[in-house]
């Protein structure tokens, strides 16, 4: 399987995990209102802190994100493109966010597909700084509660990533069981899941969220990415029994590369692995 090197040494825990409960519920982001601040009270009105969510369209403007890029310094195994800020407003395709908490306040990790100005389609990681709501959309979401997205130094990427901590409940009506988790570097994405689930006696679930890399990426179509460096979403996602027996995952994800390049498609198990990091949240059905 493909591995790239990272500055630090991993670390023996490979998933992060804290189990919780959670609730799906969906709402619409205010217009004129920083995306991080719409994101946030749409969580809140639900009771909880954060969680994660995704959506299929949407408008931003002022608007400003990165593109995966290679690393100039080596201090990292990859890095960010410089900002860009599309002029107008950027009409969203599909994405996915991660809400948590960053040095002590709100702060969210967002990657999609978009179409700028001009008609010209692109994706990237969205500056939770420098994003505003233009139009009123609506987002699906999934709150987690006893669980918590915290910002925190990783040694062996040389990030600040979010990693699931546990956190006090808050009360918020709940149906499920669910699990915070962050997928650490060098480990197949489906195959992580899988064996999560086993370990957990989880006979079935469906993936919230879920904003990562991949190294490149390998398609069910035939599709593949050849550059290393991707900024990933992911767009549907579950574990079953297949006709053997044995879980399978089914990832669709999309994703652009540090060269561009811009893919859709579910991934092959066992040829993706994590390049950087993989949040989700995972809803235990069964």
Known sequence: ???IKQPGAPVGERIQSVEARGRAFSFTLEAGVPLLEAARRGFAAEGFAGGVLSFRDGAL???AYVMPALSKTGANAAFY?????PDGVTRLRLGSMTLGERDGAPFFH???LWTEQGNRASGGHILPEEAIVAEPFEVGAFGVDGA???AEPDAETNFKLFGPVVSAARGARTTSRAFALRLRPNQDFAGCLEEF???HGIARAKIHGGVGSTIG???THGGVTEPFATELAVTSGTIAPSRSGDLEAELDVALIDYAGGIAEGRLIRGDNPVLMTMELVLEALA
């Open 1 to 3: 399987m493909r591995s």
């Open 61 to 63: 403007g002022p608007f």
């Open 81 to 85: 493109s410089d900002t860009f800020r």
């Open 110 to 112: 967002c990657h999609g």
């Open 148 to 150: 918590l997205f915290l």
């Open 197 to 199: 689930c086993r370990t």
């Open 217 to 219: 990426a390998r398609f």
